[in-house]
Nanobody
Framework: QVQLIESGGGLVQAGDSLRLSCAAS????????MGWFRQAPGKEREFVAA????????YYAGSVEGRFTISRDNAKNAVYLLMNSLKPEDTAVYYC?????????????????WGQGTQVTVSS
C-alpha cells in the first residue's frame, strides 16, 4: 500500500512561490490518481488540484486556477504542487492524497490514502 509524505511547506510572503512535494512509497504509484487538498483553521478540508494516473488530466479549484500547477513524476514516485502568486488566503495545511479506484477525482471521499500534511503560511 502506498504511503505519502509531503514536504516543502513554509512561511512566505504574499506574491511568493512554493513547491510542495509528495513522495510515495510502498506501492505502484502510477496506479493512483493524485490530489492536493488543504484545510485552513476553522474550515473544512477543500479540494485544491487533481491529476490523473498518467498525468494527462488535471483539475483545479477556481480559487487557485492559473496560479497553482499539479504535476507528477511516476519514475520518481512523486507528485508536486507548484504554487505561484501566493495569497494570505492560501494559508492552510496542505495534504497529498491518492485514489486507487478512479482515474481522477476532485472529491475527498474518492481518495483512500492521505499524507500527514504540510503547513503553508502566507503573510500579507
Amino acid at each position: 500500500q502506498v504511503q505519502l509524505i509531503e514536504s516543502g511547506g513554509g512561511l512566505v510572503q504574499a506574491g511568493d512561490s512554493l513547491r510542495l512535494s509528495c513522495a510515495a512509497s510502498g506501492g505502484t504509484f502510477s496506479g493512483y490518481a493524485m490530489g492536493w487538498f488543504r484545510q485552513a483553521p476553522g474550515k473544512e478540508r477543500e479540494f485544491v488540484a487533481a491529476l490523473s494516473r498518467a498525468g494527462g488530466v488535471t483539475y483545479y479549484a477556481g480559487s487557485v486556477e492559473g496560479r497553482f500547477t499539479i504535476s507528477r513524476d511516476n519514475a520518481k514516485n512523486a507528485v508536486y504542487l507548484l504554487m505561484n502568486s501566493l495569497k494570505p488566503e492560501d494559508t492552510a495545511v496542505y495534504y497529498c492524497a491518492a485514489a486507487s479506484t478512479v482515474t481522477v477525482a476532485t472529491t475527498s471521499g474518492r481518495y483512500d490514502l492521505w499524507g500527514q500534511g504540510t503547513q503553508v503560511t502566507v503573510s500579507s
